[in-house]
Each structure stands twice: as structure tokens, then as C-alpha cells.
């Protein structure tokens, strides 16, 4: 950023030094040849012809230095078939006419007729003065020396400003560089003192204000790291305390060989692989869960759901309705896990009958099944989320359907309710996801 911020500072500045410089060169060029051609037109002036035809001054040049030798400062009239008038400074040297001009406009140059040591710079005008016919060329020349000087000055007090112009600009671009991103070290710091130990979060109050979103979510990253860490932990122990026991019967069983055993291993073994699918299913989702852009298409979940339930109970009716253009921010393959309990549940315990509507309900997206069957008791429908809870062992199950899909639904930021269906009488499961846009 400095050295982007200094390279920047001098392309500006060489630019316009560049421009000032021209200007500057110009305006002074500008009045030094207006005084050139102000002396030329007081001695045009003040020309006249005698009686022999020649050119006189009929009143002198009031600067001195016409009247100095070599003193810079010349001036000359000339004609062709006549001898040329020179100022007393040009001694015995004399100014080139040159060409004519077919005009009478003055005409501005620069030569070096009298060598590379003086540069002249010479105003000149073809003039036929009054009761004459001859074409009189006027000119006055000036050393450039002086003009070259004032020049070299401009350019030198200019370069040296912009120069310091140039270095205060990039201290100040560095020390604010340097000022802005001085935030970020003590950032730098924290997440150090985080990773050594010596805190667990990013201290704000050390830091300006448009750091402090960076900060916030920093922290909210940790804390959302700490409650997975913590959840995993708390899912491991759960899941180790849960297969201790079938483990400790199937030991027990084996060890006093015991004549059921057969049974005893595969009742226990039914009874953990309940266990591994509830936490491997709360593991899924809890892994999925940080994922911002997860999506799925609410209807095209359900469609799926219901072909795969059709085919286990092809005497249950199952009609849907409602909103099909419905999003929830939720993963597919956890949205169809949820969605298929539930209408596995109501096919399954229902009298034939399942009805599935979605609906938006403000920042959620609600899918509401509902079946004809007997219901559930309202004392019990807190109990049956349970793991392993069965009002109806008559029917095979593990008793972990509601169990996931409360758990999946909760960690997502959603809820799964159960109800009495006022339509078909039976059960109505209202499950509630997040919405997406």
C-alpha cells in the first residue's frame, strides 16, 4: 500500500511539475519576447529616412546597453543595396537578416550566429518606411543567457518543492498505512494469545470501530467451533454410555453361557445399532450445519419421500399440497431424513390416509403432516421424542424416528411439534425449518 501509495504520489507529481514547468516556461519566454518586441516597435517608431535614402533613428533607445559592446542587448536595420545600421554594442559585428518575410508581422527565433557561447534571441520585422519604397528589415536581439537563467531557477525552486511535496505526501500516506493497519497487529496478537492459552476470545476494546465486525465474527467463529467441539465431546460420551450397557449384557451373557445367548446378542446388537444411527445422524447434521449456502427445495424432498413411502405402503394414500416453491436452509439428504420419519411414521401408524402440506410461515418454511390414524395421547407426545420411546411395539421400529428428526430440526434452528389434525383426525407432525432466500 506505501509503495503503491508512493509510486501514485510521483506519477501525479512528475506530471504536474511537467505541466508547471511548461507554464511557467512559457509565461516568462511570453514576456521576455514582449519586451523584445516592444523595443522593437519604439525603434520602428522612431525611424525615418534622410535625403540620401538612408535609415536614421531620429531619437535614441533609452536602454544602455545598445550603446555597450557585446553587452547582449543589439540592434539593426537592413536592407537590400544598403549598408546596414547597426547599434554601437554589436562593435564591428552584424546581425544575419536572413530571408524576407511576406508579411509584415514580427517574427521570433532563436540563432547562434555568434557562436554556441551566445545564444541570440531575435525579433524581427520588414517595414517600408514613409516617402520610401525600400523593404527595411528591423530587428533586435537579446542573449538568451539571462532568459535561460530565470528558467533554470523556475525549474530548480519548482523541483525542489515538489520534491518536498513528494516525501511529506508519502510520510504522510506511510504513517497512515502504517496507523490503519496497526489495528490488525493486535488482532495478530489475540488470535496468538487465543492459540497460546492466555485468553479465549479477541478483546475489543483495544480496537477502532472498523475492525470490529472482523472481530465479532472471529468470536462468533470460536464459539461456533467450542459448541461443535463440545457437542462431538458430549455426542461421543453419550454414544459410549449408550452401547456400555448392551455391551456389558452381551459380556455378561457370554461369560455365564448362558442359553439364550443367540437372543440376548441380537436384541443388544439391535439395540446399539439404534444407538449408532441416532448420534451418526445428529453427527451429519451437526457437520452440515455450517455450511451458509445450504439449500433445499422443499417439494422436490417431499416428492422424493413420498415415491420411496409409496413403494414399502402402496395401500396408503399420500396426497400433498401447498407452496412448491418453498426453499429451507437445511441439507437435502437431512431435510429427506426428516420429512421420511415423519411420513414413514403416519403411513405407518395412520389408517391409510396421509395428507402433506408446506406452507411459508414468515421466516420459516413449515411442512405439515397429518394422518387419519388414532393419534397420539397430549401427555405423551413429549415422552415420545424420546430415544427408543414406542407407544405401539406391535409394529417394527427402533423408536429413534422423532428422536432425529427433533435433533436434526433443532440444530438447524428449527422445531417439530406434535398436534391433533382437525381435518383427518389422527396425528399432525408441524415441522418448522428456516427459510431460505
Not at 217 to 239: F, P, Y
Not at 257 to 276: F, G, I, K, S
Not at 292 to 318: F, M, N, Q
Request: contains cysteine; proline residues 3%; hydrophobic residues 40%.
Amino acid at each position: 500500500m506505501i509503495g503503491i501509495a508512493a509510486a501514485w504520489i510521483l506519477l501525479l507529481l512528475a506530471l504536474g511539475g511537467v505541466g508547471l514547468d511548461r507554464v511557467l516556461t512559457r509565461a516568462i519566454t511570453q514576456n521576455f519576447d514582449d519586451q523584445l518586441d516592444y523595443v522593437l516597435t519604439a525603434m520602428i517608431a522612431s525611424a525615418e529616412t534622410d535625403d540620401l535614402g538612408e535609415v536614421r533613428l531620429n531619437r535614441p533607445l533609452g536602454d544602455q546597453r545598445f550603446l555597450e559592446p557585446a553587452s547582449g542587448l543589439y540592434w539593426q536595420i537592413s536592407a537590400g543595396g544598403h549598408e546596414a545600421f547597426p547599434s554601437r554594442s554589436l562593435w564591428d559585428r552584424r546581425l544575419d537578416p536572413g530571408p524576407p518575410h511576406r508579411d509584415r508581422q514580427s517574427h521570433i527565433y532563436d540563432s547562434k550566429q555568434f557562436g554556441e557561447k551566445e545564444t541570440l534571441r531575435i525579433v524581427e520585422r520588414d517595414i517600408t518606411l514613409p516617402f520610401s519604397k525600400t523593404v527595411w528589415r528591423f530587428q533586435v536581439a537579446q542573449s538568451r543567457d539571462g532568459l535561460d537563467t530565470q528558467i533554470a531557477t523556475i525549474r530548480k525552486t519548482v523541483l525542489r518543492s515538489f520534491a518536498l511535496l513528494a516525501l511529506g505526501l508519502i510520510i504522510m500516506a506511510a504513517l497512515q498505512t502504517l496507523y490503519g493497519l496497526w489495528p490488525l497487529r493486535r488482532l495478530r496478537e489475540g488470535v496468538a494469545a487465543m492459540r497460546s492459552g492466555r485468553a479465549s476470545r479477541i478483546e475489543q476494546a483495544r480496537l477502532p470501530n472498523e475492525v470490529a465486525p472482523l472481530v465479532d465474527e472471529l468470536n462468533e467463529l470460536l464459539a461456533h467451533n467450542e459448541t461443535q467441539a463440545e457437542e462431538a465431546r458430549r455426542h461421543a460420551g453419550n454414544l459410549a454410555h449408550a452401547l456400555k450397557t448392551p455391551l456389558t449384557v452381551i459380556m455378561n451373557a457370554a461369560t455365564a453361557n448362558a442359553t439364550d445367548l443367540c437372543e440376548t446378542v441380537q436384541r443388544e446388537a439391535t439395540t446399539m445399532r439404534r444407538q449408532v444411527d441416532h448420534h451418526l445422524a445428529r453427527a451429519r447434521a451437526v457437520g452440515r450445519r455450517g455450511h451458509a449456502h445450504s439449500r433445499a427445495e422443499v417439494w422436490a424432498s417431499l416428492s422424493s419421500v413420498e415415491r420411496a413411502v409409496a413403494t414399502l405402503y402402496p395401500k396408503v394414500r399420500i396426497d400433498m399440497g401447498g407452496d412448491k416453491t418453498a426453499i429451507a436452509r437445511v441439507e437435502r439428504q437431512d431435510l429427506d431424513e426428516m420429512l421420511g420419519n415423519l411420513i414413514e411414521n403416519a403411513a405407518k401408524y395412520g389408517g391409510g390416509s396421509v395428507f402433506v402440506t408446506v406452507e411459508r410461515v414468515g421466516q420459516f418454511v413449515e411442512a405439515q403432516v397429518e394422518d387419519d390414524g388414532l393419534g397420539i395421547p397430549e401427555v405423551e407426545r413429549d415422552r415420545i421424542f424420546d430415544r427408543g420411546a414406542r407407544l405401539d411395539t406391535g409394529k417394527p421400529g427402533t423408536g429413534l424416528g422423532l428422536a432425529i428428526v427433533r435433533d436434526v430440526a433443532e440444530i438447524y434452528g428449527g422445531t417439530v411439534l406434535l398436534e391433533e389434525s382437525e381435518d383427518l383426525g389422527g396425528l399432525l407432525a408441524r415441522l418448522r425449518l428456516p427459510a431460505a432466500q
